[in-house]
Nanobody, 122 residues
Framework: VQLQASGGGLVQTGGSLRLSCVAS????????LGWFRQAPGKERQFVAA????????YYADSVKGRFTVFRDDAKKTVYLQLNSLKPEDTALYYCAGRQGGTYVYSRYYKYWGQGTLVTVSS
């Protein structure tokens, strides 16, 4: 399974972006999907996750109410809508996938995209 993330960019505080992650998998609909981010000099951290059932979502406290994760199985794509962005959201954002249950820990994800950079200016 290959994942290709895109949609990052430079945005001002309070702005919005939508990240996309397209998968090559024929079994995309059976994947649980996650978004993680890594800021310079920091460890990778969980952002959001989405189970096979689209109403099964999880968010980090730091993004709850501002970010939304959703999927389009027909397009084999998972999205992360980022609203009300803050400078502390600046990071390289990765999408990840796994067969089975949904987890917030990166070690449980087998498939990873290459990352897309989000920069929020103050």
């Amino acid at each position: 399974v290959q994942l290709q993330a895109s949609g990052g960019g430079l945005v001002q505080t309070g702005g919005s972006l939508r990240l996309s992650c397209v998968a090559s998998a024929r079994t995309f609909s059976s994947l649980s999907l996650g978004w993680f981010r890594q800021a310079p000099g920091k460890e990778r951290q969980f952002v959001a996750a989405l189970g096979v059932m689209s109403n099964n979502t999880y968010y980090a406290d730091s993004v709850k109410g501002r970010f939304t994760v959703f999927r389009d199985d027909a397009k084999k794509t998972v999205y992360l809508q980022l609203n009300s962005l803050k400078p502390e959201d600046t990071a390289l954002y990765y999408c990840a996938g796994r067969q089975g249950g949904t987890y917030v820990y990166s070690r449980y994800y087998k498939y990873w995209g290459q990352g897309t950079l989000v920069t929020v200016s103050s």
